[in-house]
């Protein structure tokens, strides 16, 4: 009887290890979370120099990067829920009205029912940028070409730490352009490659518990 394939077979993944990717021809990736900007609310001389600060910070890679939007759809479930337990205990019928109006509005502007409609679906959005190594980029590599096929080199533990210390050196390159750009940079966990990987394959599943602060005035 045929083995059945596993999802990790299609997958370009061989392992995730101390904060790296490392895909099955050995090329490793680090993932790092990008903060955004209101880029429109910036004066004209703030946007242009921005876009300088992107340009200059482009032409000073000599090796690729990947930026990666993550858009998940908000399920706010939870906070809906809490609304309704303050309005079910609120003894002031004005502000139980109050209470039920603002929660409807939610409801109608998640739901897509005009007019809050309007808005459509609310998302929250995560912004990455993939950093990768090769090790054929370092010296003594097993990484040979010989008619038109390379070979996948082996990965010993003096490689990997090796090209990982390469690896965080570009990332630092990196935090620092985009810092100048005024975007904070961070490098994602092993846990935390884990958990994007897996959101990114179980969208449905991963979306994203919103729980705000209940607002002041329908708290009393």
């Given at each position: ?25 050995k ?61 079910s ?21 998640v739901?897509?029912a ?28 097993d ?23 390469q ?54």
């Open positions: 009887m045929p083995k059945t394939a596993s999802t990790q077979d299609f997958l370009e993944i061989d392992q995730i290890r101390e904060g790296v990717v490392i895909l099955k021809n090329a490793l990736r680090a993932i790092m979370m990008v903060s955004s900007l209101n880029f429109a609310l910036k004066s004209d001389e703030e946007q242009a120099s921005i876009i300088y600060q992107f340009q200059e910070f482009l032409n000073s890679l000599d090796f690729p990067l990947q930026i990666v939007i993550q858009s998940r759809r908000l399920n706010i479930t939870g906070y809906i829920d809490g609304i309704k337990v303050l309005e205990k609120q003894p002031n019928e004005l502000l139980r009205a109050q209470t039920e109006a603002y929660r409807k509005f939610i409801e109608d502007v739901s897509g005009p007019p809050a409609g309007r808005y459509g679906e609310i998302m929250a959005k995560n912004f990455f940028v993939v950093v990768p190594f090769t090790l054929v980029e370092t010296k003594g590599a990484g040979n070409q010989l008619l038109g096929a390379i070979k996948i080199p082996v990965l010993t533990e003096e490689k990997f730490q090796m090209a990982k210390q690896l965080w050196q570009r990332m630092e390159f990196v935090a620092l352009g985009l810092r100048r750009c005024g975007l904070q940079a961070m490098p994602l966990t092993t846990p935390e490659i884990v958990e994007l990987f897996w959101s990114l394959h179980h969208p449905k599943q991963a979306e994203v518990g919103y729980y705000p602060e209940v607002p002041p005035e329908l708290a009393k």
